[in-house]
């Protein structure tokens, strides 16, 4: 148990809808990533936030955003789904900025017909 | 793209042996670390081993670290059934907070 939940825990979407993701990170983290992981590939950097703020993001087109509150949780949004975008969708928090060890939720599997 | 790639991409093997496996990367790093995926839920962080460091131990994982070659290796002594997981290496490159991971290696421990 890493103390990092993340919710719906599936979640099935049509191409072109728009999704929000949610995380709950431990308390006392101040930096949250998140990562898309394609079946049978390794985790994806998609951005990082550090209270509150995005502070650099991968290689992700604009229609993924996210957002973090004050209260250790935060949310990913992804607009105009498509269907590359079915994946597990994971976030990460940890206690510094930066990339020193990370504490994964157990991811949400979004699917797109 | 995935800096970092480990080898082999799958390892079986039985109960009580040890398991090696490798991962590569490319560009100069801050750290490296090793997490476990059981059935595609969430990582487990195992081990994080910094740049002036060359080895480590934790339980009954030891990584190493090589620098000059760009590798890192991450042996799992005595292995378990519980042991039957993905294992991704994860690089933090020097000038950069991202980490960029491999795609893993499937190990299957058999009773």
């Known amino acids: 148990e890493t103390g990092v939940t993340q919710s719906p825990t599936h979640l099935i979407k049509t191409r072109g809808q728009q999704v929000t993701l949610r995380c709950s990170s431990q308390s006392g983290h101040n930096t949250v990533s998140w990562y898309q992981q394609a079946l049978g590939q390794g985790p994806q950097f998609i951005f990082q936030?550090?209270?509150?703020?995005?502070?650099g993001r991968g290689n992700f087109p604009p229609r993924f955003s996210g957002l973090q509150f004050p209260n250790y949780s935060s949310e990913l949004n992804v607009n105009a789904l498509e269907l590359d975008d079915s994946a597990l969708y994971l976030c990460a928090s940890s206690y510094l900025f930066g990339s020193d060890e990370q504490y994964f939720g157990p991811g949400t599997r979004l699917t797109v017909t | 793209s995935q800096q970092g790639e480990e080898d082999p991409q799958a390892l079986s093997i039985q109960e009580g042996e040890n398991a090696t496996m490798n991962c590569s990367y490319k560009t100069s790093i801050n750290n490296l670390q090793w997490y476990r995926q059981n059935s595609g839920r969430g990582l487990v962080h195992l081990i994080l081993?910094?740049?002036?460091?060359r080895e480590k131990h934790s339980g009954r994982l030891r990584v190493t670290l090589d620098t000059s070659k760009k590798s890192s290796s991450l042996l799992i002594t005595a292995s378990r059934a519980a042991d039957t997981a993905s294992y991704f290496c994860?690089?933090?490159?020097?000038?950069?907070?991202?980490?960029?991971f491999g795609a893993g290696t499937t190990v299957t421990v058999r009773a």
């Open positions: 081993i910094r740049s002036n460091e």
């Open positions: 994860a690089t933090a490159p020097s000038n950069d907070y991202k980490l960029s």
């Open positions: 936030y550090y209270r509150e703020e995005e502070n």
